[in-house]
């Protein structure tokens, strides 16, 4: 069976990736709620019963905060590291978790014939992560809310088979945009995200990729036309680019 990932949603908004293999399903990350989440799923042919965990990124409101209503209303456990989830219980109300699996970032976990690798981040989050998804000899990655360009991470790309990139803002736009200085100093920042320049150069030598979908756009500092229009000035026109939606799913991405 192939390998493949949906973007239920991505962006400020909410995020939320499926990921299946022959025998595992997989949620990384609860920003979208459970109506949601199951709707987009059976849009896509998929049973959110089915699904057997969801692993946690970070603390932020838009990757946790419909982690607790996953987990009571379909039974699924969270995997979390442990500064995420008290910090994610502090801010977001997830009300009582009972199936909670502690990680550390760095970790690896092992679901199934499923390997998720996991990097930490330098996003100003309590103890964010990304991930490599791992299938026999194929690899995801699910790369958003990065912070910037750390060491290792275009190795890390250059790995991959696919890839989940953020791709949040166009630095014209950001500039001369609505947010305050604060603000705009906090996105380009060593925490905060990474442009649609440094996706594209951080997807140049990645040669194994067969798609990149460009992932949690900015909706005032960004268009989904300046995106693709950005990286297809620097990339090849060989590599297959996707858009993950604020406000929709993704068709089914195989691997």
């Known amino acids: 069976m192939d390998f493949l990932a949906i973007a239920l ?18 949620l990384f990350d609860a920003g979208l709620s459970c109506i949601d989440t199951e709707r987009r799923l059976a849009a896509r042919g998929r049973d959110i019963r089915k699904v057997d965990a969801v692993i946690i990124s970070h603390d932020h409101s838009d990757h ?9 209303k379909y039974g699924l456990p969270i995997y979390i590291t442990h500064d995420t989830l008290d910090v994610a219980l502090a801010r977001h109300r ?37 991930f490599v998804v791992e299938n026999g000899d194929k690899r995801l990655g699910i790369m958003t809310d990065l912070g910037h360009v750390f060491e290792g991470l275009k190795q890390e790309i250059s790995c991959l088979d696919a890839v989940f990139l953020e791709s949040n803002y166009d630095p014209v736009m950001l500039a001369k945009g ?7 100093r906090r996105i380009q920042g060593p925490g905060g995200h990474i442009s649609n320049f440094e996706a594209a150069e951080l997807l140049l030598s990645a040669e194994r990729l067969k798609w990149a979908c460009l992932s949690h756009l900015s ?14 000035e620097i990339l090849p026109g060989s590599l297959m680019l996707h858009l993950a939606g604020r406000n929709e799913a993704t068709g089914i991405l195989v691997i």
């Open 9 to 26: 949603q991505s962006g400020s908004s909410g995020n939320c990736i499926y990921v299946e293999t022959a025998n595992v399903r997989l």
């Open 64 to 72: 946790v905060r419909h982690a607790g209503t996953l987990q009571r």
């Open 94 to 130: 997830l009300g009582r978790l009972e199936k909670v699996r502690h990680f550390h970032s760095g970790d690896t976990i092992e679901i199934g014939e499923v390997t998720v690798r996991t990097i930490p981040t330098p996003h100003d989050g309590a103890d964010g992560v990304v």
């Open 178 to 184: 609505p947010y305050p200085s604060f603000l705009k």
């Open 219 to 232: 909706q005032h500092n960004n268009y989904p036309d300046l995106a693709l229009r950005t990286h297809r």
